[in-house]
């Protein structure tokens, strides 16, 4: 199993809807997580971060993490075309004191007006 | 406040050349970890620099080599160029704090293409 798995997508959603990304993580991960944005051609940029369990929420993204499930995803409320890019989810090694990260492949997400 | 810079911001090699990219971190930060990202794919761990030492390497050949500068700046090096190394390579810098939960900053990256 790869550390972290990023299977869904591409997923396509109209302007206004709520868009759900998820990830699974294995046991090599320590338990926070970050969410990174990546537009064509550029390099990701962090979204979220989110460290217990629970819901955490920025603005139109809400990010919950599922200890118990291994298990954590993102959601974009009132989605917009601008929102279209390619959204990773990363995790830290667990046996890593610097925190070297594993990234899942990324989900496609497009928002048509 | 800067954010992380790279340089340069593309570069085209041949199969057996050597380069070396650039990176400097966020103000503040004293980490810098190297990331290499094939199309379609997410972010590889290449190695990661603390207090001028590596500290920890990902599945990468011995070809890959960094260092990292008193100024907490920091080089990667790639020798003998193969065809499979042209990926977007990406530097993220962070602080190490205390209990972890170290968030990293990338990069724009320097796209690196091998003919």
């Known amino acids: 199993q790869k550390e972290v798995e990023q299977n869904s997508g591409p997923l396509s959603v109209p302007e206004g809807a709520i868009a759900s990304l998820n990830c699974t993580y294995s046991?090599?991960?320590?338990?926070?997580f970050f969410w990174y944005r990546q537009y064509s051609g550029k390099s990701p940029e962090l979204i979220m971060s989110i460290y217990s369990n629970g819901d955490k929420e920025d603005g139109r993204f809400t990010a919950q993490l599922n200890k118990a499930s291994q298990y954590v995803s993102l959601l974009i409320r009132d989605s917009q075309p601008s929102d279209s890019a390619t959204y990773l989810c990363?995790?830290?090694?667990?046996?890593?004191?610097?925190?070297?990260?594993?990234f899942g492949r990324g989900t496609q997400l497009t928002v048509w007006p | 406040d800067a954010g992380v810079t790279q340089s340069p911001t593309h570069l085209i090699k041949t199969r057996g050349q050597q380069v070396t990219l650039r990176c400097s971190p966020k103000s503040g930060h004293d980490t810098v970890s190297w990331y290499q990202q094939a199309l379609g794919q997410g972010p590889q761990f290449i190695f990661q620099y603390y207090e001028e030492e590596e500290r920890q390497r990902g599945n990468f050949p011995d070809r890959f080599s960094g260092h990292q500068f008193p100024n907490y700046s920091s080089e990667l090096n790639v020798n003998a160029l193969l065809l499979g190394d042209s990926a977007l390579y990406l530097c993220?810098?962070?602080?190490?704090?205390?209990?972890?939960?170290?968030?990293?900053?990338f990069g724009p990256g320097t796209r690196l293409t091998v003919l």
């Open positions: 046991d090599r991960v320590s338990q926070s």
């Open positions: 993220a810098s962070s602080f190490i704090r205390t209990g972890g939960y170290n968030e990293q900053f």
């Open positions: 990363a995790g830290p090694d667990r046996g890593s004191t610097l925190g070297r990260l594993y």
